[in-house]
């Protein structure tokens, strides 16, 4: 099998679509539609009965999929190997079946793989994905509900973001950062006319001392004790039209949520948390370092998050379906902030400002397809988010006193300077919108019909707290473009294949 998203847009200025609408405290995902600006590819070779179908052989099948992301330079025939090039392996596994002759069906498996994974797609939000290297066990058949059991491990040598990671974490007798977690399953649990699903997870990361290693420089070790956490959660599914039918033209509606504790707050398998740094950070800002030049961090240990979500997929007929959503999110990243409040004029912060660890964000969004023939429609997205508090800041939130950001053109605490409050969402509310329409050859019969090929136009708008936001911490994500402004415009053209 084989996915693939691809495309070119402008923005209304004129140039580049190399970044994408989003909230800047993001509950994770985006609106996809006419707002995704990379190419992505996955693709699956998948080789069943590799010692033969016959009843007395262990049924063994290999699953292998890399994917391969563009997210910048676009131009034919050029050398991707710098930044913006991402090539990944997302599955190489094997399973096992007809081990148990009096249970055929139950399935033992090893190797990294996609792990029954739960999103949201016209948000392109994976609430549920603990995907990643491990083994397990499942299809187990508990009469009321089938079971499954898996090991899974989490490395890094690294704790940066971004597609290439250049600050190492190491700690000489451990090594790097190594989190455990065991995941039960409890599935197709009859209610209601409808399927429920049980998760529940335990995790353990295993604390130490541990050396940062940035690409340039020096920076104090981060310091933090044994940690566990677990999670658990609920996934309700019931279909209402279309069943016995094509998966894509089934109508259904869905709930899911989930809650993660202490290690389980990031809600996944890998342990570059940045939850883990945020108690770090705070500690190094207000130079609370130890004997050892170490920062104390505790704040993963205190760390929490809630997230709920309900949508819905209908074929309302041959010509018309949508999909619909909301979502709700908590999280807690177990420490305050801080960022800078004042910098003089040599542009050396003179004083600090904290602000909440915390926010709640809710969410929705809409997605109508509508057809005029048997290969052409419509579609139209509209989506938006709203927060209580925006955790970043354009002077990052490692700041600290003495620090030097740099000079501009006017100074501290002036309207426009580098100091001026109005410019930096800290600690602020605010909201996102992002709107989109694309005509579209897609064939008719279902809300998920590929292929797609489609040109867009879409328009976004942000509350003016996040107007001064700049790079990352904006709604342009990744790029300096609009800022300054609180909206702005994208065009292009994108195909996405699956089968």
């Known amino acids: 099998s084989a996915y693939v998203g691809a495309g070119v847009g402008f923005n209304g200025i004129g140039g580049p679509q190399d970044f994408s609408f989003r909230h800047p405290e993001n509950i994770r995902g985006r609106s996809r539609l006419g707002n995704e ?35 910048t330079d676009k131009a034919t025939f050029v050398d991707y190997t710098g930044a913006g090039f991402n090539f990944s392996m997302r599955q190489a596994y094997l399973e096992l079946k007809n081990v148990i002759k009096s249970a055929p069906e139950v399935a033992f498996w090893g190797g990294q793989r996609f792990y029954d994974r739960h999103n949201i797609e016209l948000h392109d939000y994976f ?69 429920l699903e049980l998760i529940g997870d335990f995790q353990f990361l295993k604390g130490g001392t541990f050396n940062i290693k940035p690409s340039s420089g020096s920076q104090n070790a981060i310091r933090f004790s044994d940690t566990t956490g677990f999670r658990v959660g609920a996934v309700y599914r019931q279909d209402f039209a279309g069943t016995g039918k094509e998966w894509w033209r089934a109508s259904w509606w869905q709930l899911g949520v989930f809650y993660g504790w202490g290690a389980s707050e990031p809600m996944g398998t890998d342990p570059n948390s940045g939850t883990l740094l945020a108690g770090y950070n705070y500690n190094r800002a207000l130079g609370r370092i130890n004997a050892d030049g170490s920062v104390n961090s505790s704040s993963l240990q205190h760390a929490s998050q809630l997230r709920a979500n309900a949508q819905v997929t209908w074929n309302v007929s041959d010509n018309f379906a949508f999909q619909a959503e909301v979502h709700y999110g908590y999280d807690d990243q177990g420490s305050l902030n801080v960022t800078a409040n004042t910098v003089n004029a040599a542009g050396v912060i003179t004083s600090l400002r904290s602000g909440g660890g915390s926010r709640n964000i809710v969410g929705g969004g809409i997605r109508p397809v509508f057809w005029l023939s048997d290969w052409f429609a419509i579609q139209v997205s509209a989506g938006g988010e709203w927060a209580d508090r925006y955790r970043g800041s354009i002077f990052g939130t490692t700041s600290s006193v003495g620090e030097n950001i740099g000079t501009g053109a006017s100074v501290a605490n002036t309207p426009g300077g580098i100091g001026d409050p109005a410019l930096d969402a800290f600690g602020r509310n605010g909201w996102t919108g992002v709107f989109s329409i694309a005509p579209t050859i897609k064939p008719k019969g279902g809300w998920f019909t590929k292929p797609e090929l489609r040109v867009y136009a879409t328009y976004a708008i942000w509350s003016d707290a996040y107007k001064g936001q700049r790079g990352f911490t904006s709604p342009v994500t990744g790029s300096t473009t609009y800022s300054g402004d609180n909206q702005g415009w994208l065009f292009g053209t994108q195909i996405e294949w699956y089968f």
């Open 127 to 195: 609430f549920d994905d603990y995907s990643g290297y491990g083994a397990g066990v499942e299809n187990i058949n508990f009469g009321f509900s089938k079971f499954a059991l898996a090991y899974l491990g989490g490395i890094r040598d690294d704790i940066a973001d971004g597609q290439f990671f250049q600050t190492g974490i190491n700690n000489p007798r451990i090594g790097g950062l190594y989190l455990h977690t065991i995941d039960a399953r409890l599935s197709d649990i009859d209610l209601l006319g409808g399927k």
């Open 37 to 71: 600006n990379d190419t992505y590819m996955e693709l699956t070779w998948q080789q069943a009965h590799l010692l033969g179908d016959s009843p007395d052989v262990m049924d063994v099948t290999m699953t292998f999929t890399p994917a391969i992301v563009y997210n």
